[in-house]
C-alpha cells in the first residue's frame, strides 16, 4: 500500500473505533466522546497497541503517516486554542472582580502549591524530569498541571448539564476565564529562554504593535471577512511564537486572547468549536497517544512501568483534586456562600482535558518532562475529567436554589 492508503486506514481507526466504543458502550454519562478519543488515542499508542503488535503498529503508524497526522494536528490544536481565547470574556470577571478574584486565585493556587509538592516527590526518582528542564520548571509545569481547568470542554459539560447560561454557569466561567490567563502567562515563563530572550522580547514587542493595527481593522471590515483575516492572524502569531522560542500555541492563544468575541456571530463560533473538535481534534488525540510511554527508564531513568506510572497519575490526581476542592473551599468561607455550593464549583473546575493535554503537550516539546511524566499527566487529566458528570449531576437535584446565584 502506498502512504495515502495507509494514512487513510489510520484516519478510518481514529474516527471510527472511538464513536463505536462511545456509541454501544453508552459510555456519555462519565466518559464523553471527547474523552473516549483521548482514551481511544492513548490505547493506539506505542505503549499499548505497539507493545500488544508491534508489526501491525509499525505499519499503519509509519514515519511518513504520522508525519501527516501531526500536520493536521497542529492546525486543529491552533485553531482550538485560538478559539478558547477569543471566548475569554474578562469584562465580566472584571464587574465581579473582588469575588473572580478570590475565587479564580484559590481555585489556581491551592492545586498548583499541592501539585508542585508532589513533582518535588517525584524527582526523588530518577526518570521524571525532562533532559532540557531546571528542577524549578519542571516543579512549577507539573504543578500548574494539577492546577488547570479546561474552558472549552468545561463550557461542553456545563451545556450537558443545562447550566451553562444559568448564573452559576456564569459565574464559573469566570473564575475558569481569569484562570486561564495565568496558565498561559506561567507557561511563557516556563519556556523563558535566555539565550533567545531577544527574539522572545521582540515578538512579544511587534505581536503588541501589530494586535492594535488588527484591532482597529476588524471594527472597519464585514464580519465574514474577519474570520478570514483571524485565521490569517493566527497563523502569523503561531509561527512568530515558535520562532521566538515560545512554542506555537502560546502564539495561537496570544492570537485569540486579543480578538473580542463580540466581533463574531456566537452561534457560528459555536459552530466552529463544535466542527473543529468533530472534524479535526480526534486526530490530535491520536498524536497525543502515539506520544506517551510506561517505562519510566525511557526518561533516563532506573526502570519502571504501568505501575509506576499509574502510580504518579494518582498522586498527581490526588494533588489536583484536593487542591482544588481546597482552596474553592476556602473561597466559599471567605465570600460566605451556601452550605453545598463550594464542593459544586470545585468539582466542575475538575474538568483539565485538552487545555491540561495541550500544556503537558508543550512541555514535552521542549523536555521539560519526559514521555512517561506526559504519560501520567494525560491519565490524571482523563480520570480528572471523568469524575466531574458523575459527581457534580447529583449534585444538581440538591442545590437548585444555589444555580441561579450570581455572586
Keep these: 500500500m502506498n502512504t495515502t492508503e495507509i494514512f487513510l486506514i489510520a484516519m478510518l481507526i481514529i474516527f471510527s473505533l472511538p464513536y463505536l466504543v ?3 458502550g453508552r459510555t456519555d454519562y462519565y466518559a464523553p466522546l471527547v474523552v473516549v478519543q483521548i482514551v481511544a488515542g492513548i490505547l493506539l499508542g506505542p505503549g499499548v497497541l505497539g507493545a500488544a503488535f508491534p508489526d501491525y503498529y509499525r505499519f499503519v503508524f509509519n514515519p511518513q503517516v504520522i508525519t501527516a497526522l501531526n500536520g493536521v494536528a497542529w492546525w486543529a490544536v491552533m485553531l482550538f486554542v485560538w478559539i478558547a481565547g477569543i471566548e475569554l470574556d474578562l469584562r465580566q470577571a472584571w464587574a465581579h472582580r473582588r469575588e473572580s478574584g478570590i475565587t479564580a486565585g484559590l481555585a489556581l493556587g491551592a492545586p498548583l502549591v499541592l ?12 526518570g521524571w524530569i525532562g533532559p532540557k528542564a531546571e528542577r524549578w520548571q519542571f516543579v512549577l509545569g507539573v504543578g500548574m498541571s494539577c492546577a488547570v481547568t479546561a474552558l472549552p470542554i468545561l463550557i461542553l459539560l456545563m451545556e450537558k448539564l443545562e447550566i451553562l447560561r444559568r448564573p452559576i454557569g456564569q459565574r ?30 521582540a515578538f512579544l514587542a511587534l505581536f503588541g504593535l501589530t494586535s492594535v493595527l488588527l484591532r482597529k481593522l476588524m471594527l472597519r471590515i464585514p464580519e465574514r471577512d474577519r474570520w478570514y483575516v483571524g485565521l490569517i492572524w493566527l497563523a502569523a502569531c503561531a509561527f512568530g511564537a515558535d520562532w521566538s522560542g515560545l512554542h506555537f ?9 486579543v480578538m473580542d468575541s463580540h466581533w463574531f456571530d456566537q452561534a457560528q463560533m459555536d459552530l466552529l468549536r463544535h466542527h473543529v473538535l468533530l472534524v479535526m481534534m480526534p486526530v490530535f488525540f491520536l498524536s497525543t497517544g502515539l506520544r506517551t510511554n510506561w517505562d519510566i527508564s525511557a526518561g533516563g531513568g532506573g526502570g519502571g512501568g504501568f505501575a509506576a506510572v499509574f502510580l504518579a497519575a494518582g498522586w498527581l490526581l490526588l494533588a489536583s483534586v484536593v487542591g482544588k476542592l481546597a482552596g474553592i473551599h476556602a473561597a466559599g468561607r471567605v465570600l ?11 468539582w466542575l473546575l475538575q474538568t483539565k482535558a485538552l487545555i491540561m493535554i495541550i500544556f ?9 518532562i519526559t514521555n512517561a511524566t ?4 494525560l ?11 458523575p459527581v457534580v449531576t447529583p449534585m444538581l437535584r440538591r442545590l437548585e436554589a444555589v444555580l441561579g446565584r450570581s455572586g
Excluded at 115 to 126: N, S, T
Excluded at 249 to 257: D, E, R, S, T
Design 22 to 24: 462511545w456509541r454501544l
Design 115 to 126: 501539585g508542585c509538592v508532589a513533582a518535588i516527590a517525584m524527582l526523588a526518582v530518577p
Design 172 to 201: 464559573i466561567l469566570r473564575y475558569a476565564s481569569l484562570d486561564d490567563i495565568a496558565i498561559w502567562g506561567v507557561l511563557a515563563l516556563i519556556l523563558l529562554d535566555w539565550q533567545r530572550v531577544g527574539k522572545q522580547a
Design 249 to 257: 500555541m502560546v502564539g495561537a492563544f496570544l492570537a485569540g486572547a
Design 336 to 346: 460566605g456562600w451556601q452550605r453545598g455550593e463550594a464542593s459544586l464549583i470545585g
Design 360 to 368: 503537558a503537550n508543550i512541555l514535552l516539546d521542549k523536555a521539560v
Design 374 to 377: 506526559f504519560t501520567a499527566l
Design 379 to 389: 491519565l490524571m487529566a482523563v480520570a480528572s475529567t471523568m469524575l466531574t458528570v
